[in-house]
């Protein structure tokens, strides 16, 4: 088993940043690929970005230049740094982890104002 805590979401204005942040404890020694998805009202949950154990990364179209995902091995942690924000990154943001099964955060919300 892997748990999952995310924090760092929150109401920011258009252009704004934020970073979130989300800790993995349990059976960590399996983990894989870490990422994180979203999920606007009315929509899909889609990916956003994730990244290996490597450092290998990819990003979903429409963040990339503006979202930087990276992981701490160590801290066994996933961030997301998100710059530029518009209204349409609005959304529940998840944790996503990748070990002998895939685990998911609780999510957090993510409010852009124009």
């Known amino acids: 088993q892997v748990q999952l805590v995310e924090s760092g979401g929150g109401l920011v204005q258009a252009g704004g940043s934020l970073r979130l942040s989300c800790a993995a404890s349990?059976?960590?020694?399996?983990?894989?690929?870490m990422g994180w998805y979203r999920q606007a009202p009315g929509k899909q949950r889609e990916l956003v970005a994730q990244?290996?154990?490597?450092?290998?990364?990819n990003y979903a179209d429409s963040v990339k230049g503006r979202f930087t995902i990276s992981r701490d091995n160590a801290k066994n942690t996933v961030y997301l740094q998100m710059n530029s924000l518009k209204p349409e990154d609005t959304a529940v943001y998840y944790c996503?982890?990748?070990?002998?099964?895939?685990?998911w955060g609780q999510g957090t919300q993510v409010t852009v104002s124009s």
């Open positions: 996503r982890v990748v070990a002998a099964n895939i685990y």
């Open positions: 990244i290996t154990g490597p450092g290998r990364t």
């Open positions: 349990g059976n960590i020694f399996s983990i894989n690929i």
